[in-house]
């Protein structure tokens, strides 16, 4: 059961006077009535509720009298009790006054009114009520929440985001406020501190005050797309409680653009072929290499690749392995542009967005890249491999030989029994009468018809291995040559069944020496100049003491001018043969290796007599590109060789050595040379250490180009 409050005793008083006086219970009026506080002061705020109140206790002056109040005339105070008894004793002749919750319609201000109180036969008392209303206290308030820079949107490379912070007052008056920043450690590792300025000071007005920050230049340069950069910042207004707001810089990706993709032309796929991948690498701006949403994105026309066979290796190049089934997926249908492919940042892109690049599907050959058969090394950016006359080069691609699968995957050049000369075209078929023939053609830029073949040292359905002819020097245009690989059963090849043109640059010397690994690196393929040993740890050259001979490809044409003369002791430089030379006569040797081939077998000269069963090559030879120099018609004289003023030039542990012959290697392609260099003086050896074998950089220079980097021998 509730209990009885104050105002209800008031009432039950009253109620038993009136009772008694019903009954006829004398009645004692007062001689005088006083409030014992004649003003009450009320004060209110706005945006407050508002419980002030006020009392007056009024006295009688002698015995017990009634009292009533007048009702307010102003709706914004109540005043209990309303009636009751007054004595000079009793406590409960109190009025309160307190403000009613009409003083919120009132404007901030003062505002005053009367009380009167009266009781029968007694002077009125009065109670002056005053009531203060007040503007409400001042608050600050964030323009936009406290989210407002939490996440803060920057794309990678881009300038500073613009973060900033409008402080409001709730009213007409000002707050003073301080604000400080505060950040984390950033995923690259810039310290904490970043987010500027660290403190600031200032006064926030009902119009609005705005402050403004930024990241450091360090955690902005290293931030990362998927990035989250964080920190707070703090904003203590004076007397209040301090407001934190949360500071999130979201690091997202600018716009990745793709310019172009390697290699341009794939294999075409045929249905039943095993599944498997065809890599790409895309070149553009702006990859992503995030593990996250962020990474850049691959999408084959509106497909997206999925992102774990994407690799991105920096900003400017990716990797995407296109996987197909035994359908031939992407691959199946060929065309110049089969494939379109574009690139996209962002979480969710539905497609690519900007530029694209095609990629073409064919069942021709494809060259893919050209470089020395002895050092592997491929040119960098834009740049085009270089071909010299007798060049020995390896082009790798696919689509070479269809048929070059299992025990004939691998089909292997050999000199013909003749004349001893390589071959221009190889064929996995050769006992079918209309035979695949793989065929390598230089020819001269904007003039296809002038062409010249290579000689097909080995090939795959991916590698060839092919000698450049020695007249490739005359289809030389503005210092390129083409290339182009051929598969097909016609000669010449028709254009379906040809690859596309291959931009070579001509040099006259591109030296490269040949290595025992497959890798252009290492061990060098060098041997000792006496006993033909091959060089190695244990078998390690001795220095001053031996002579090695190093096998290289690349040095051009040897200039030897040598006529094909018996000699019993020949000297280098005045008797190796021209590599060219005029044919014999009766009254003449051979004026060189092409001349003694040319020499029929009824010339007797006193000085080379040809086989009297020998034949001449039918057609005539117009040079020697592809064949083998042979020592059994040179009479004990030098294959074509360098004479002593154009000779190349070799280093060993970057101390010159002396070379003592460079040429075409007897019994051996022409593009073969071999250089004899001695072994320089342990003294002159950088670290040199005696009996103990030590690996020492090899180079070989020929007309001012050096044979690639990392090719070694041991000297002991």
């Known amino acids: 059961m509730k209990g009885i409050s104050m105002s209800n005793l008031y009432f039950l008083r009253i109620f038993s006077v009136v009772s008694v006086l019903t009954m006829g219970t004398s009645y004692l009026s007062a001689t005088s009535l006083t409030a014992g506080t004649a003003t009450i002061n009320l004060s209110c705020t706005k945006g407050t509720t508002c419980n002030s109140s006020g009392a007056s206790t009024l006295a009688i002056s002698a015995g017990t009298g009634y009292f009533n109040v007048t009702a307010p005339s102003v709706p914004w105070i109540s005043v209990t009790p309303m009636t009751g008894l007054a004595t000079t004793t009793d406590a409960d002749n109190t009025l309160t006054v ?29 109670i002056t009520v005053k009531l203060y209303v007040n503007d409400a206290t001042p608050t600050l308030f964030i323009k936009g929440g406290n989210n407002v820079l939490n996440p803060i949107s920057y794309v990678s490379g881009a300038a500073s985001p613009a973060m900033s912070i409008t402080l409001f007052s709730s009213t007409g ?154 359908t031939g997926g992407s691959f199946k249908t060929a065309g110049a542009n089969a494939l379109v492919m574009g690139v996209a940042n962002g979480a969710s892109p539905a497609t690519a967005i900007g530029a694209t690049v095609a990629v073409g599907v064919t069942a021709a ?93 080995f090939a795959t359905a991916t590698q060839i291995n092919v000698l450049v002819p020695g007249a490739i020097s005359t289809l030389v245009t503005a210092g390129l040559v083409n290339l182009q690989v051929a598969y097909d059963t016609a000669t010449p090849a028709t254009a379906a069944n040809t690859s596309a043109l291959f931009g070579l640059a001509y040099a006259a010397t591109n030296p490269g020496i040949f290595t025992i690994s497959s890798s252009g690196q290492g061990n060098g393929a060098i041997t000792d100049g006496t006993t033909f040993a091959l060089n190695t740890q244990t078998a390690g050259a001795v220095a001053t003491v031996d002579t090695v001979a190093i096998f290289v490809t690349g040095l051009g044409m040897p200039d030897s001018a040598g006529t094909n003369v018996a000699t019993g002791s020949p000297v280098y430089g005045t008797n190796c043969l021209a590599p060219l030379g005029t044919a014999g006569t009766a009254l003449a040797p051979p004026g060189g290796y092409l001349g003694t081939v040319l020499t029929p077998a009824t010339v007797t000269s006193g000085s080379y007599v040809p ?51 460079a ?31 030590q690996q020492y950089n090899v180079v070989v220079t020929m007309g001012g180009v050096a044979s690639q980097a990392g090719v070694t021998m041991w000297i002991k």
């Open 611 to 661: 086989a009297a069963s020998y034949v001449l090559p039918s057609p005539v030879w117009s040079s020697i590109d592809g064949a083998v120099m042979r020592s059994a018609i040179m009479q004990g004289n030098y294959a074509p060789c360098f004479i002593t003023a154009s000779k190349p030039t070799v280093s060993i542990g970057g101390v010159d050595a002396t070379v003592s012959y």
């Open 663 to 693: 040429g075409f290697v007897s019994d051996s392609i022409a593009g073969l040379y071999q250089i004899n260099v001695d072994v320089p003086t342990p003294t002159d050896l950088p670290a040199y250490a005696a009996d103990t074998a």
């Open 365 to 457: 050959p494809i060259i893919n890249a050209v470089t020395s058969a002895s050092s592997f090394v491929a040119p960098v950016g834009s740049s085009k491999p270089s071909v010299a006359p007798y060049d020995i080069i390896s082009i790798f691609g696919a689509n070479f030989c269809a048929l070059c699968t299992g025990s004939n995957s691998v089909l292997v050049g050999a000199p013909d029994d003749t004349y001893s000369r390589f071959p221009t075209y190889l064929s996995p078929d050769p006992t079918v009468t209309t035979k695949h023939k793989i065929a390598v053609i230089f020819s001269k830029p904007g003039t296809p018809a002038t062409l010249l073949p290579g000689y097909l040292l």
């Open 173 to 326: 008056l000002t707050i003073p406020f301080t604000a400080t920043a505060s950040s984390s450690l950033t995923p690259e590792g810039v310290p904490a501190g970043w987010l500027l300025p660290a403190t600031q000071k200032g006064i926030a007005y009902s119009w609005g005050t705005t402050i403004a920050y930024t990241a450091s230049t360090g955690a902005l340069s290293q931030a990362q797309a998927g990035d989250s950069l964080v920190g707070s910042v703090t904003i203590t207004p004076a007397g209040g409680s301090p407001i934190i707001l949360p500071v999130s810089i979201s690091v997202g990706a600018a716009v990745a653009t793709v310019t172009g993709v390697s290699p341009a032309v794939v294999p075409l796929i045929v249905a039943g072929s095993a599944p498997g991948y065809v890599t790409l690498v895309l070149k553009g701006t702006n990859f992503v290499s995030s593990t996250g949403t962020q990474k850049t994105k691959v999408f084959i026309g509106t497909s997206m690749v999925s992102t774990d066979n994407i690799t991105v290796l920096n900003a400017n190049y990716l990797i995407a392995s296109i996987p197909y089934d035994s």
């Open 98 to 126: 307190a403000a009613s919750a009409a003083w919120t319609t009132l404007s901030s201000g003062s505002y005053t009114t009367t009380v009167n109180v009266t009781s029968q036969g007694v002077t009125s008392a009065s």
